[in-house]
């Protein structure tokens, strides 16, 4: 999922229509407005894992060719890689060095 930058205005839409009346709190709101991401995808669905190499491949997948509902005319075959907690750490040494 590659999440897009909100308007008060169009926050203000999702609330009353896809969100069916739920308020986003004032903070999601700021960071939606300044960051992005997929409001209406809170509290349905959960983030498992993150980019941390080859941006420019997302970016490729969501420029592809979509329906009137937001979704790819053809799938977008991939390979998902999961890494133990061994990895993760290794992985998280190597691009957040701890400063001293």
């Given at each position: 999922?590659?999440?897009?930058?909100?308007?008060?205005?169009?926050l203000d839409t999702?609330?009353?229509?896809?969100?069916?009346?739920?308020?986003?709190?004032?903070?999601?709101?700021?960071?939606?407005?300044?960051?992005?991401?997929?409001?209406?995808?809170?509290?349905?669905?959960?983030?498992?894992?993150?980019?941390?190499?080859?941006?420019?491949?997302?970016?490729?997948?969501?420029?592809?060719?979509?329906?009137?509902?937001?979704?790819?005319?053809?799938?977008?075959?991939?390979?998902?890689?999961l890494l133990s907690?061994?990895?993760?750490?290794?992985?998280?040494?190597?691009?957040?060095?701890?400063?001293?």
């Amino acid at each position: 999922m590659e999440g897009k930058r909100f308007t008060d205005g169009k926050l203000d839409t999702l609330e009353n229509t896809r969100l069916k009346g739920r308020k986003i709190p004032a903070w999601q709101r700021e960071w939606y407005k300044s960051v992005g991401g997929s409001p209406h995808l809170d509290q349905n669905y959960t983030v498992f894992g993150e980019v941390v190499s080859g941006i420019d491949i997302v970016d490729r997948i969501a420029a592809v060719k979509k329906d009137a509902n937001d979704r790819p005319n053809a799938d977008v075959p991939m390979t998902v890689e999961l890494l133990s907690k061994k990895e993760c750490r290794q992985l998280d040494a190597i691009l957040f060095p701890a400063k001293k």
